[in-house]
């Protein structure tokens, strides 16, 4: 089993050229960061996990500059985010963004998307919340058609683009990086997965024994390559049982949760996960 990594990288944790550089040298499989632009002091929209927001969430570092710097200084590493807030972005700039990282890192991007939480956040780029999942889908398309290797127009409910040159691009085409969405279980959330992602990112990985065969059926229905599915529990506090339990669920990568923090105490946690590499 792949062991990766996500951390809240900030203006006050270790840097991402040191972490990347220790990621790898250790053997850990891939570096994947969370995007917040910013949060809005006036918020009503709770926490999902409860209590106070943690101060991180308001310093996130903005991941896509960050796994550049990452790529830089590896050759294996994997590189991904989780979650690109697509909603968010300009897809035409988020295009670029996507397949000039996934070029010059040698096709190591996985893109983890989802679909927010915070509703003053994306108020404030514009989205209106109960079409967000609809916009994305939409914008994903658009990303696509700019992957495509001979000029493809795009005419979405939300948005479009003119036939046009855009290079680079990823390595798999207008596939684009590969592709996972977040979010919790659910029919809707399982009908993006399987109309246009490789697979599904639950975060803290609780339920799957439940959720996963539901999942597995729709990717059938939905005529997707029998095993082409990928399932990457994110933001995992990991134990021996629970990565056994995994295994046998069929789960080829986790990604685990290191604390944001210094170099020192990221280093300290990285030892310790040591013993599941």
């Known amino acids: 089993m792949r062991i990766s990594v996500t951390i809240f990288l900030t203006d006050e944790t270790i840097t991402p ?5 220790e990621l790898e040298e250790r053997g850990f499989a891939g570096l994947y960061l969370p995007e917040h632009t910013h949060i809005p002091v006036e918020r009503t929209t709770p926490y999902p996990a409860g209590g106070d927001l943690p ?3 308001g310093r996130t570092l903005d991941p896509f500059v960050a796994l550049g710097q990452a790529a830089a200084v590896t050759g294996t ?9 697509v909603a968010q972005h300009d897809p035409i700039d988020l295009a670029k963004q996507i397949a000039t990282l996934d070029h010059l890192s040698g096709g ?6 989802g679909f927010g939480w915070n509703v003053e956040e994306a108020a404030d ?15 994903m398309a658009l990303m696509r058609a700019l992957w495509s290797e001979e000029p493809t127009a795009y005419k979405g409910e939300f948005g479009g683009v003119r036939a046009s040159h855009a290079h680079p691009k990823p390595l798999r085409g207008h596939l684009g990086p590969r592709t996972l969405v977040g979010g919790a279980a659910g029919p809707k959330l399982f009908a993006h997965i399987c109309e246009y992602a490789d697979g599904w990112m639950p975060i803290g990985g609780r339920g799957l024994t439940e959720t996963l065969p539901v999942l597995r059926a729709a990717w059938a229905e939905a005529g997707r390559e029998e095993g082409a599915l990928q399932v990457v529990p994110y933001a995992v506090y990991p134990s021996p049982g629970k990565l056994a ?3 046998e669920l069929g789960i080829e990568e986790v990604v685990v949760q290191l604390p944001p923090a210094g170099e020192a105490e990221v280093l300290r946690v990285l030892d310790a996960y040591a013993e599941y590499l």
């Open 17 to 21: 050229t040191r972490l990347a550089r």
């Open 245 to 247: 339990h995994y295994a």
């Open 108 to 113: 190591r991007f996985t893109l983890g998307l």
């Open 125 to 139: 780029h514009g989205v209106e919340w109960r079409t967000r999942r609809e916009l994305v889908r939409d914008r």
């Open 77 to 85: 590493l994997g590189l991904g985010t989780g979650i690109t807030l």
């Open 55 to 57: 101060p991180e969430y």
